[in-house]
T-cell receptor
Framework: KQEVTQIPAALSVPEGENLVLNCSFT??????LQWFRQDPGKGLTSLLL?????REQTSGRLNASLDKSSGRSTLYIAASQPGDSATYLC?????????????FGEGTQLTVNP | ETGVTQSPTHLIKTRGQQVTLRCSSQ?????VSWYQQALGQGPQFIFQ???????GRGNFPPRFSGLQFPNYSSELNVNALELDDSALYLC???????????FGSGTRLTVV
């Protein structure tokens, strides 16, 4: 059974700091990994999708890496801003062809202080 | 693209009642999944439909059921509501395995 862990559970940083969020998963047989952002009481906004054959993906100030063999992914946020405050979730999609449920971590709650 | 739309946004029901939540996916998104998210936790997989057939189910009892329609809309039905069913219910759709999932903004269900 796939298990996804995110560390830390919460993080508070001053504006402008670079930061790294961590995600680990127990079964390396994944098809892809997706990072999401969730604002309080809202749905999930997709940030980055990394296929199992890729090492990293970049979008603006965000960079996500994937090391499938070790079961790890990181989300790097450069020059953090108060608007980045949200919960960040990672989710893995299994490699089997039938059924493609996402397994989520519990999330990292990020607060960026002005 | 119109995204994924869920209705209603909020709902209050009494224990023992039945509820239907609705989701409208993007055209071409043949896969739709439903998730339950309790406060402070990550979303938990309820079930998934592919081309109107259920093809995956999480650890949820049979009183959670669903339907997917040819027009890319879908429903989540919950019978005999319990207090623990209070949560944010999320619908997600995807055009295929190589693509990511797009989520709706969710329905907040409160059971009293």
């Amino acid at each position: 059974k796939q298990e996804v862990t995110q560390i830390p559970a919460a993080l508070s940083v001053p504006e402008g700091e670079n930061l790294v969020l961590n995600c680990s998963f127990t079964d390396s047989a994944i098809y892809n990994l997706q990072w999401f952002r969730q604002d309080p009481g809202k749905g999930l906004t997709s940030l980055l999708l990394i296929q199992s054959s890729q090492r990293e993906q970049t979008s603006g100030r965000l960079n996500a890496s994937l090391d499938k063999s070790s079961g790890r992914s990181t989300l790097y946020i450069a020059a953090s801003q108060p608007g980045d405050s949200a919960t960040y979730l990672c989710a893995v999609r299994p490699g089997e062809t039938s059924g493609s449920r996402l397994t989520f971590g519990e999330g990292t709650q990020l607060t960026v202080n002005p | 693209e119109t995204g994924v739309t869920q209705s209603p946004t909020h709902l209050i029901k009494t224990r023992g009642q039945q509820v239907t939540l609705r989701c409208s996916s993007q055209s071409g998104h043949n896969t739709v999944s439903w998730y339950q998210q309790a406060l402070g936790q990550g979303p938990q997989f309820i079930f998934q439909y592919y081309r109107e057939e259920e093809n995956g189910r999480g650890n949820f009892p049979p009183r959670f059921s669903g339907l997917q329609f040819p027009n890319y809309s879908s429903e989540l039905n919950v019978n005999a509501l319990e207090l623990d069913d209070s949560a944010l219910y999320l619908c997600a759709s995807s055009p295929g395995q190589s693509y990511g999932y797009t989520f709706g903004s969710g329905t907040r269900l409160t059971v009293v």
